[in-house]
Protein backbone atom coordinates (compact mmCIF):
# COMPACT_ATOMS: atom_id res chain seq x y z
CA UNK A 1 0.00 0.00 0.00
CA UNK A 2 1.22 3.35 -0.99
CA UNK A 3 1.70 5.80 1.92
CA UNK A 4 -0.28 8.82 1.88
CA UNK A 5 -0.55 12.20 4.14
CA UNK A 6 -4.34 11.45 5.16
CA UNK A 7 -3.66 8.18 7.13
CA UNK A 8 -5.86 5.89 4.64
CA UNK A 9 -3.44 3.34 3.88
CA UNK A 10 -5.96 0.44 5.35
CA UNK A 11 -6.29 -2.81 4.79
CA UNK A 12 -9.52 -3.76 2.80
CA UNK A 13 -12.84 -3.89 5.20
CA UNK A 14 -13.29 -7.86 6.32
CA UNK A 15 -16.84 -9.35 6.79
CA UNK A 16 -15.79 -11.42 10.15
CA UNK A 17 -15.54 -9.40 13.69
CA UNK A 18 -13.89 -9.78 16.73
CA UNK A 19 -15.29 -11.93 19.66
CA UNK A 20 -16.55 -9.28 22.11
CA UNK A 21 -18.85 -9.63 25.69
CA UNK A 22 -21.82 -8.66 25.98
CA UNK A 23 -20.91 -5.85 28.23
CA UNK A 24 -18.31 -4.39 25.58
CA UNK A 25 -20.72 -4.21 22.75
CA UNK A 26 -23.78 -3.04 24.47
CA UNK A 27 -21.68 0.13 25.44
CA UNK A 28 -19.06 0.27 22.23
CA UNK A 29 -20.18 1.98 19.29
CA UNK A 30 -18.55 1.33 15.71
CA UNK A 31 -16.83 3.66 14.53
CA UNK A 32 -18.21 5.08 11.19
CA UNK A 33 -15.31 6.36 9.69
CA UNK A 34 -11.59 6.02 9.33
CA UNK A 35 -9.53 9.15 10.76
CA UNK A 36 -8.03 9.52 7.28
CA UNK A 37 -12.13 9.50 5.86
CA UNK A 38 -12.55 12.10 7.91
CA UNK A 39 -9.63 13.87 6.80
CA UNK A 40 -10.78 13.51 3.13
CA UNK A 41 -14.26 14.77 3.55
CA UNK A 42 -12.63 17.94 5.89
CA UNK A 43 -10.06 18.40 2.43
CA UNK A 44 -13.47 17.83 0.20
CA UNK A 45 -15.37 20.63 2.18
CA UNK A 46 -12.76 23.07 1.96
CA UNK A 47 -11.42 22.80 -1.22
CA UNK A 48 -15.45 24.42 -2.13
CA UNK A 49 -14.34 27.49 0.31
CA UNK A 50 -12.96 28.14 3.15
CA UNK A 51 -14.39 27.44 6.77
CA UNK A 52 -14.45 26.78 10.45
CA UNK A 53 -14.16 23.73 12.05
CA UNK A 54 -17.58 23.94 13.29
CA UNK A 55 -18.80 24.41 9.80
CA UNK A 56 -16.69 21.53 8.89
CA UNK A 57 -18.88 19.40 11.48
CA UNK A 58 -22.26 21.06 10.22
CA UNK A 59 -21.06 19.97 6.14
CA UNK A 60 -20.69 16.53 7.46
CA UNK A 61 -23.86 16.34 9.26
CA UNK A 62 -25.71 17.78 6.40
CA UNK A 63 -24.56 15.54 4.19
CA UNK A 64 -25.71 12.78 5.91
CA UNK A 65 -28.84 14.38 7.23
CA UNK A 66 -28.32 14.65 10.53
CA UNK A 67 -27.16 10.83 11.48
CA UNK A 68 -23.48 11.25 11.63
CA UNK A 69 -22.20 14.51 13.22
CA UNK A 70 -18.70 14.25 13.89
CA UNK A 71 -17.40 15.46 17.58
CA UNK A 72 -15.26 18.50 17.98
CA UNK A 73 -12.65 15.69 19.46
CA UNK A 74 -12.58 14.25 16.20
CA UNK A 75 -12.41 17.69 13.64
CA UNK A 76 -9.99 19.49 15.23
CA UNK A 77 -6.95 17.34 15.85
CA UNK A 78 -7.34 16.55 12.31
CA UNK A 79 -7.25 19.63 11.14
CA UNK A 80 -4.16 20.56 13.08
CA UNK A 81 -3.01 17.37 11.81
CA UNK A 82 -3.53 18.73 8.48
CA UNK A 83 -2.20 21.74 8.97
CA UNK A 84 1.07 20.40 10.37
CA UNK A 85 1.39 18.48 6.92
CA UNK A 86 0.53 21.31 4.62
CA UNK A 87 -2.14 20.30 3.26
CA UNK A 88 -4.41 23.45 5.02
CA UNK A 89 -4.01 26.64 5.87
CA UNK A 90 -5.30 28.23 9.31
CA UNK A 91 -6.09 32.21 9.32
CA UNK A 92 -6.30 33.01 13.40
CA UNK A 93 -9.60 35.76 13.09
CA UNK A 94 -11.03 38.45 15.49
CA UNK A 95 -12.15 36.58 18.81
CA UNK A 96 -9.48 33.84 18.43
CA UNK A 97 -11.59 31.63 15.59
CA UNK A 98 -9.55 29.91 12.57
CA UNK A 99 -10.44 29.71 9.45
CA UNK A 100 -9.08 26.91 6.95
CA UNK A 101 -8.27 27.10 3.62
CA UNK A 102 -6.76 24.10 1.65
CA UNK A 103 -3.36 24.75 -0.07
CA UNK A 104 -2.15 23.36 -3.20
CA UNK A 105 -0.64 20.49 -1.80
CA UNK A 106 -3.87 19.32 0.17
CA UNK A 107 -5.88 20.33 -3.34
CA UNK A 108 -3.28 17.67 -5.12
CA UNK A 109 -3.52 15.30 -2.34
CA UNK A 110 -7.19 15.47 -3.05
CA UNK A 111 -6.77 14.78 -6.60
CA UNK A 112 -5.45 11.69 -6.34
CA UNK A 113 -8.27 10.31 -3.81
CA UNK A 114 -11.76 10.71 -5.85
CA UNK A 115 -12.38 6.91 -5.65
CA UNK A 116 -11.98 6.87 -1.86
CA UNK A 117 -14.11 10.61 -1.51
CA UNK A 118 -16.45 8.79 -3.82
CA UNK A 119 -17.23 6.01 -1.30
CA UNK A 120 -16.73 8.19 1.69
CA UNK A 121 -19.78 10.33 0.31
CA UNK A 122 -21.61 7.76 -0.86
CA UNK A 123 -21.66 5.97 2.83
CA UNK A 124 -22.90 10.00 4.19
CA UNK A 125 -25.59 9.27 1.34
CA UNK A 126 -26.63 6.37 2.43
CA UNK A 127 -27.40 7.31 5.81
CA UNK A 128 -29.03 10.57 4.43
CA UNK A 129 -31.77 7.98 2.82
CA UNK A 130 -31.81 5.41 5.87
CA UNK A 131 -33.17 8.80 8.15
CA UNK A 132 -35.51 9.64 5.12
CA UNK A 133 -37.10 5.90 4.86
CA UNK A 134 -36.66 5.44 8.90
CA UNK A 135 -38.86 8.80 9.26
CA UNK A 136 -41.76 7.51 7.39
CA UNK A 137 -45.05 6.96 9.75
CA UNK A 138 -45.59 3.23 9.06
CA UNK A 139 -41.76 2.25 8.96
CA UNK A 140 -41.46 4.18 12.38
CA UNK A 141 -44.69 2.63 14.23
CA UNK A 142 -43.54 -0.93 12.74
CA UNK A 143 -39.97 -0.66 13.91
CA UNK A 144 -41.54 0.96 17.57
CA UNK A 145 -44.25 -2.23 17.53
CA UNK A 146 -41.31 -4.77 17.02
CA UNK A 147 -38.92 -3.29 19.32
CA UNK A 148 -42.03 -2.91 22.02
CA UNK A 149 -43.22 -6.82 21.59
CA UNK A 150 -39.19 -8.26 22.05
CA UNK A 151 -38.60 -5.67 25.38
CA UNK A 152 -42.26 -6.83 26.75
CA UNK A 153 -41.40 -10.57 26.35
CA UNK A 154 -37.64 -10.53 27.41
CA UNK A 155 -38.29 -8.99 30.31
CA UNK A 156 -41.28 -11.28 31.61
CA UNK A 157 -38.05 -13.73 33.17
CA UNK A 158 -36.25 -16.62 31.82
CA UNK A 159 -36.78 -17.67 28.31
CA UNK A 160 -37.49 -21.15 27.93
CA UNK A 161 -35.48 -23.34 24.76
CA UNK A 162 -38.75 -23.95 22.68
CA UNK A 163 -39.62 -20.12 23.40
CA UNK A 164 -36.46 -18.80 22.22
CA UNK A 165 -36.34 -20.97 18.73
CA UNK A 166 -39.98 -19.34 18.31
CA UNK A 167 -38.56 -15.98 18.72
CA UNK A 168 -35.79 -16.49 16.97
CA UNK A 169 -37.28 -17.78 13.98
CA UNK A 170 -39.64 -15.46 13.70
CA UNK A 171 -37.42 -12.72 13.98
CA UNK A 172 -35.19 -14.02 11.66
CA UNK A 173 -38.32 -15.11 8.84
CA UNK A 174 -38.97 -11.33 9.12
CA UNK A 175 -35.16 -10.40 8.63
CA UNK A 176 -34.91 -12.94 5.17
CA UNK A 177 -38.41 -11.11 3.82
CA UNK A 178 -37.13 -7.93 4.55
CA UNK A 179 -33.65 -8.43 2.88
CA UNK A 180 -34.86 -9.84 0.02
CA UNK A 181 -37.85 -7.19 -0.69
Known sequence: M????LG???PPATSGHKPNCVAAKKHRRERMFETGDIRLLMLHFLQQRS???????KAIEDLS??????SASIIYPNLTFLEEQGLITANQEEGGKKQYSITHEGTQSLAGQG???GS?????FSLAILSNNRSIPEMQRAINNMRM????RLAKGPIEQ?????ITDALDKATKEIERS
Not at 2 to 5: C, G, H, L
Not at 51 to 57: K, N, P, R, S, T
Not at 65 to 70: D, I, N, V
Not at 149 to 152: E, F, P, Q, T
Open 2 to 5: KNNP
Open 8 to 10: NDR
Open 51 to 57: AHGYELI
Open 65 to 70: KGEYTP
Open 115 to 117: DLL
Open 120 to 124: VTEKL
Open 149 to 152: ALNL
Open 162 to 166: ETLYK
